[in-house]
């Protein structure tokens, strides 16, 4: 089975920081988009970022300049340091993988969530 395990949410004051992880493990053959997904009280789930395996990068445009995604594809991980945060980025937050079996069948899977707050 292939899980993805997000850590490193939780509370935080405005223009404070915080740095999301998120590890694959189980059998798949190979990772290609990895990214974030967030999704607010009452709003629809909305893509944050998201990298290829070649390092290519996509961001909202509501945290470009505020958010960078990284990832390690010897590790199976991708993060999300996210700075200067405004208590509109309170949300869960989730980590989404396109991952291919050992049959080349690809298929998206996403983390538990992990929840984001920002507030005074």
């Known amino acids: 089975q292939v899980q993805l395990v997000e850590s490193g949410g939780g509370l935080v004051q405005p223009g404070g920081s915080l740095r999301l992880s998120c590890a694959a493990s189980?059998?798949?053959?190979?990772?290609?988009?990895m990214g974030w997904y967030r999704q607010a009280p009452g709003k629809q789930r909305e893509l944050v970022a998201q990298?290829?395996?070649?390092?290519?990068?996509n961001y909202a445009d509501s945290v470009k300049g505020r958010f960078t995604i990284s990832r390690d594809n010897a590790k199976n991980t991708v993060h999300l340091q996210m700075n200067s945060l405004k208590p509109e980025d309170t949300a869960v937050y989730y980590c989404?993988?396109?991952?291919?079996?050992?049959?080349?069948?690809?298929?998206?899977?996403w983390g538990q969530g992990t929840q984001v707050t920002v507030s005074s």
């Open positions: 189980g059998r798949f053959n190979s990772i290609n988009f």
């Open positions: 989404n993988a396109r991952l291919s079996n050992y049959n080349l069948d690809w298929k998206a899977y």
């Open positions: 990298t290829t395996p070649g390092g290519i990068r």
